[in-house]
């Protein structure tokens, strides 16, 4: 699925370009930790301000639109407390407009908040085979964790039999009980989420790519079996026209997962009990100076750029490359939004540049602490601003609002059309 910059689809006549639409979601987990900036929000911002300054730039081509999704559905495939996580999606959407999401110029909504998301979910979802299902792996995952054993058992070539399968499924029923509907087949929901505003492109990491493959397989699956309107005349169907849904291409990013600082082990999280294990949005330079100190790292004198073997070095050397990285993006004006994840410099060069200097491991963790106080304070200050100003006058409603009109807009005609596709008008 190699990324692409649009989407062309035949008719009768000439080839149509699809206007580009770019989608992505976070659930509503409070305010975000430097995983998840590096890996995902930071890169949302840079595809913004580059197809801010492509509109800017050319009016001969459709406006591009951007849909940035804060999913509360997906939250609640596991226990949430309501008043926690009523805090957490305010927090979330604070959090986006502080790092310089704008709602003028994208969609920040929330997906709880536009129905056409769970509907298209249910009408996607009889589309897709409980043994699809069952093979994605963020599910054979839980059920990993849940027998206690490291990792998922891949099945052998060719899959399970229909006998297997069902003893499979008994297992679960039988043995875990607290893996739920929602959780099983929230991967559907996830290309509802996509396919609901037609989307050409999605900003993901590498994990993320079998689930933006079951999107595509659904989209194809509903352009093959739902071809055309029932109520569309006869003297049209004879036509080409393109499909119904695009097939949505992965814009990957770049920067490798980042690590717990107390445990290089394990990806950094916000499930960790330990808090230092973790920079947030909203830490101040002294807690982040203090967390730093105490990051996890190794014996070795020398600076060098080793994710297996060394990993907390590698991890803090891949936060300092990926902040630089951001920092340069900032300056730039470039119209290439495929660019943004892909320029700056690499955690090796950092490694370079660190070991010819002789600090050690305390030059590296000054250059990460001064890195990440430098982003990191004028975001926290906006942030702080953005809850002030939410106190006052309920200005996160009025954003809220706002990416729902606009979002409704979009998910309502597609919803219109698939369920009349399908025969339900």
């Avoid at 959407?93 to 709602?103: E, N, R, V």
């Avoid at 396919?195 to 093959?224: C, W």
């Amino acid at each position: 699925m190699p990324p692409s910059r649009g989407y062309a689809s035949l008719s009768s006549s000439a080839p149509v370009q699809r206007p580009m639409c770019i989608f992505s979601g976070i659930q509503p987990t409070g305010v975000p930790h430097i995983g998840n900036l590096l890996g995902a929000l930071f890169n949302w911002v840079s595809i913004q301000n580059s197809l801010q300054a492509s509109r800017a730039s050319s009016s001969s081509t459709p406006p591009p639109e951007l849909y940035f999704s804060i999913v509360g559905l997906h939250a609640l495939t596991i226990p949430q407390n309501p008043a926690t996580l009523a805090q957490e999606r305010k927090d979330m959407l604070a959090s986006l407009l502080a790092i310089g999401l704008d709602p003028e110029q994208s969609t920040i909504y929330h997906q709880d908040e536009v129905g056409e998301h769970a509907q298209l979910h249910w009408l996607l979802s009889c589309l897709v085979s409980m043994g699809r299902l069952r093979r994605m792996t963020t599910w054979k995952g839980k059920i990993a964790t849940a027998r206690g054993t490291a990792t998922p058992v891949e099945p052998e070539q060719g899959g399970p039999t229909a006998g297997e399968a069902d003893e499979g499924i008994a297992d679960v029923d039988e043995e875990h009980r607290d893996l739920s509907l929602g959780l099983f087949s929230y991967p559907v929901l996830q290309a509802a989420d996509i396919l609901l505003y037609k989307a050409t492109h999605v900003p993901i990491g590498q994990d993320q790519v079998q689930h933006l493959e079951l999107a595509r397989d659904i989209a194809a699956t509903f352009n093959k079996r739902f071809p055309s309107s029932h109520t569309t005349p006869k003297s049209s169907k004879s036509r080409r026209e393109p499909p119904f849904f695009p097939l949505p291409q992965p814009l990957i990013t770049s920067t490798p997962k980042i690590l717990s600082l107390r445990d290089p082990t394990a990806k950094m999280s916000k499930s960790a009990p330990d808090p230092a294990s973790r920079i947030l949005l909203t830490d101040d330079d002294t807690a982040i100076r203090a967390k730093v100190k105490r990051a996890v790292t190794d014996t070795e004198r020398s600076i060098s750029f080793d994710p297996e073997g060394r990993p907390g070095v590698s991890s803090l050397l891949s936060i300092i490359a990926a902040l630089r990285s951001y920092q340069a993006q900032q300056t730039q004006s470039t119209l290439d939004p495929f660019a943004a994840a892909s320029a700056g410099v690499t955690p090796k060069e950092v490694a370079q540049q660190l070991d010819s200097s002789g600090g050690g491991h305390a030059l590296l963790k000054e250059t990460v602490t001064s890195a990440l106080i430098e982003v990191l304070g004028p975001i926290r200050e906006r942030f702080q601003q953005l809850k002030e100003r939410e106190a006052q006058s309920g200005y996160l409603e009025q954003v809220a609002a706002l990416g729902r009109e606009k979002a409704s807009v979009r998910a309502k005609e597609t919803l219109g059309e698939v369920k009349e596709r399908m025969g339900l008008r």
